[in-house]
T-cell receptor, first 113, second 114 residues
Framework: AQSVTQPDIHITVSEGASLELRCNYSYGATPYLFWYVQSPGQGLQLLLKYFSGDTLVQGIKGFEAEFKRSQSSFNLRKPSVHWSDAAEYFCAVGANSGYALNFGKGTSLLVTP | EAQVTQNPRYLITVTGKKLTVTCSQNMNHEYMSWYRQDPGLGLRQIYYSMNVEVTDKGDVPEGYKVSRKEKRNFPLILESPSPNQTSLYFC?????????????FGPGTRLTVL
């Protein structure tokens, strides 16, 4: 069965600093991988997705993620964090996106001045 | 505007009083799903539907019912709500149940069962 682990429950970064959120997955074949962001009181918005091809994926709001098969990872990065990036971030994996997406438990990002 | 809508957004109810949370999408998506979000547990799938009249259980279906009589609507029914169903609920849809398709999420329904 596929699963997702987000090792960091909370992360605090200073505004302008770089950010990396970790995501590890467990799945036998090549998974479909997603990062979603949930701002306070909002639904989930897709940041980026990986299905195949180039392992470095660009998303919205200046985010990118790199698929590393050898490490079973799909870490999310941003070179310079803005205060508006404070939110909860979810990594998700799907063997077939029409079936359940398995979500990680989320990483809560706090941005300090 | 392409979107998934849910109603109500907030609901406080009492144990045992039947309720329905509606979900509607205007993107002609085949696939729809309900999740619940609880602190420290992330999102867990309750039920999903691959098309009209086709529904199946997700990871946490106990205490819930769904129906899919029309392509655009996928209501979540709690016949006899209990306090452990207090949660934040999300409806999602995607174009197809096969192949890589992102899921679009509604704004969420915060349910409190007293």
């Amino acid at each position: 069965a596929q699963s997702v682990t987000q090792p960091d429950i909370h992360i605090t970064v200073s505004e302008g600093a770089s950010l990396e959120l970790r995501c590890n997955y467990s799945y036998g074949a090549t998974p479909y991988l997603f990062w979603y962001v949930q701002s306070p009181g909002q639904g989930l918005q897709l940041l980026l997705k990986y299905f195949s091809g180039d392992t470095l994926v660009q998303g919205i709001k200046g985010f990118e993620a790199e698929f590393k098969r050898s490490q079973s990872s799909f870490n999310l990065r941003k070179p310079s964090v803005h205060w508006s990036d404070a939110a909860e971030y979810f990594c998700a994996v799907g063997a077939n996106s029409g079936y359940a997406l398995n979500f990680g438990k989320g990483t809560s990002l706090l941005v300090t001045p | 505007e392409a979107q998934v809508t849910q109603n109500p957004r907030y609901l406080i109810t009492v144990t045992g009083k039947k309720l329905t949370v509606t979900c509607s999408q205007n993107m002609n998506h085949e696939y729809m799903s309900w999740y619940r979000q609880d602190p420290g547990l992330g999102l867990r799938q309750i039920y999903y539907s691959m098309n009209v009249e086709v529904t199946d259980k997700g990871d946490v279906p106990e205490g819930y019912k769904v129906s899919r009589k029309e392509k655009r609507n996928f209501p979540l029914i709690l016949e006899s709500p209990s306090p452990n169903q207090t949660s934040l609920y999300f409806c999602a849809s995607s174009l197809s149940h096969s192949g890589p398709n992102e899921q679009f999420f509604g704004p969420g329904t915060r349910l409190t069962v007293l």
